[in-house]
C-alpha cells in the first residue's frame, strides 16, 4: 500500500534526486535559486546527519513497487528559556515529482509529520513558501497554516 514512510540511509540517493527537482521548481519560479556546484552532494551529506538527528524528520511517498514520489523533511528547533513557547518545527522541504501530482500525496507527507509534531510536543509548525509559488502557497493555506511573519529581503 503506497504511504509516507521514514526515509533511511538506502533511499539517500533518491531524496537527494527530489531534492535536486525541487531546486529546479524554485529556479523556474525565480531565477535566484540557482544552487551552487556540488549542492546536490552537499545535501546528500546533509540528509546524512538529517537521519541520524532525533530532531529532524525525513519522511518519503514510496508506491507498492519501490516508486519514491514524494518528500518532505521538518526539524524541531529550540528557543532559549526567554519565551514560553521553547520549541517549534519547520518542514524545510516539501515536494512531489510532476507526474504524481494532485493525488493527495504532499498532504499525506505533511499530516504524517504534523503527527510527528505532536507527539514530541511541538505546538507550533512553520513552513516557509516563496512568495512566486501561488500554487504552494495555495497548499499551504489549505492546510490550515497563515501568516505569521513577513520576511523581507533586499539584494545588494
Known amino acids: 500500500m503506497p504511504g509516507a514512510r521514514g526515509a533511511g540511509p538506502r533511499d539517500a540517493d533518491r531524496v537527494v534526486a527530489l531534492w535536486s527537482a ?15 556546484a556540488g549542492a546536490a552532494e552537499q545535501w546528500g551529506s546533509f540528509l546524512g546527519r538529517l537521519l ?3 530532531d529532524a524528520l525525513v519522511l518519503v511517498w514510496e508506491e507498492p513497487e519501490g516508486d ?7 526539524q524541531i528547533g529550540r528557543a532559549p528559556p526567554i519565551l514560553v513557547e521553547r520549541t517549534r518545527c519547520e518542514i524545510t522541504d516539501l515536494f512531489v515529482r510532476e507526474d504524481a501530482r ?4 504532499a498532504a499525506g507527507l505533511v499530516r504524517a509529520a504534523l503527527d510527528w509534531c505532536t507527539e514530541r510536543g511541538v505546538e507550533r509548525v ?4 516563496a ?4 500554487q504552494g502557497q495555495a497548499f499551504w493555506r489549505a492546510l490550515g497554516f497563515g501568516d505569521f511573519v513577513d520576511e523581507l529581503q533586499r539584494r545588494l
Open 22 to 36: 525541487l531546486m529546479a521548481h524554485h529556479r523556474r519560479l525565480d531565477s535566484h535559486w540557482h544552487t551552487a
Open 52 to 54: 541520524e538527528d532525533p
Open 68 to 74: 519514491l514520489l514524494g518528500f518532505c523533511a521538518a
Open 102 to 105: 494532485r493525488r493527495g500525496i
Open 126 to 129: 512553520v513552513a516557509r513558501v
Open 131 to 134: 512568495s512566486q509559488n501561488a
